[in-house]
Antibody, heavy 118, light 108 residues
Framework: EVQLVQSGTEVKKPGESLKISCKAS????????IAWVRQMPGKGLEWMGI????????RYSPSFQGRITISADKSITTAYLQWRSLKASDTAIYYC???????????WGQGTMVRVSS | QSALTQPASVSASPGQSIAISCTGT??????VSWYQQHPGRVPKLMIY???YRPSGVSDRFFGSKSGNTASLTISGLQAEDEADYYC???????????FGTGTKVTVL
């Protein structure tokens, strides 16, 4: 079964660092772009960035560039999203998604809830 | 790069048809996909590359584009179609992707 399984809910304080994961299975991980999408509470979807695990080519949205790092480890078919210093405004659900059909995202992880509060 | 503009809400009775627009600048609206998201659920791909349906998606969902506006039409509206819908545009230069602002579809 093709799937992306994300790491669990995180509760952090402002200024802390965080790395969340997205484990792929059922397809050749290196051959597909994996994106990260943010959804703040009660709000819409925001595209954050994307990585091609085959060669680690990575692109970021200008809105997130410099605040996040996207990476991938082909050996364990896992993509990552990390922050060096969290803010309360980073509270959101974060989804990873596979670019599959054409230019679209056909497989989504279940989402990781990140809560940042003092 | 700003989000693509969608109407905040659209409503209709069961059996009717609705259209959701997705507007940006001419350079923003490229290969458009559409996603359905029920409350508390993961987004689901409904249309890719403007007008193609993934296998398993009902043929009541139809995608199109004219100029800098893409549209998702849902015909024969059903209660299960009540959800949020997002467009997303891909372009090969600049920032690759941008989502729309989202539209809440209500089945009256």
């Amino acid at each position: 079964e093709v799937q992306l399984v994300q790491s669990g809910t995180e509760v952090k304080k402002p200024g802390e660092s965080l790395k969340i994961s997205c484990k792929a299975s059922g397809f050749t991980f290196s051959n597909y772009w994996i994106a990260w999408v943010r959804q703040m509470p009660g709000k819409g979807l925001e595209w954050m960035g994307i990585i091609y695990p085959g060669d680690s080519d990575t692109r970021y949205s200008p809105s997130f560039q410099g605040r996040i790092t996207i990476s991938a480890d082909k050996s364990i078919t896992t993509a990552y999203l990390q922050w060096r210093s969290l803010k309360a405004s980073d509270t959101a659900i974060y989804y990873c998604a596979r670019r599959g059909y054409g230019s679209a995202y056909d497989v989504w992880g279940q989402g990781t809830m990140v809560r940042v509060s003092s | 790069q700003s989000a693509l503009t969608q109407p905040a809400s659209v409503s209709a009775s069961p059996g009717q048809s609705i259209a959701i627009s997705c507007t940006g600048t001419s350079s923003d609206v490229g290969y458009v996909s559409w996603y359905q998201q029920h409350p508390g659920r993961v987004p689901k791909l409904m249309i890719y590359d403007v007008s193609y349906r993934p296998s398993g998606v009902s043929d009541r969902f139809f995608g199109s584009k004219s100029g800098n506006t893409a549209s998702l039409t849902i015909s024969g509206l059903q209660a299960e179609d009540e959800a949020d819908y997002y467009c997303c545009s891909y372009r090969s230069t600049g920032t690759p992707y941008v989502f729309g602002t989202g539209t809440k579809v209500t089945v009256l």
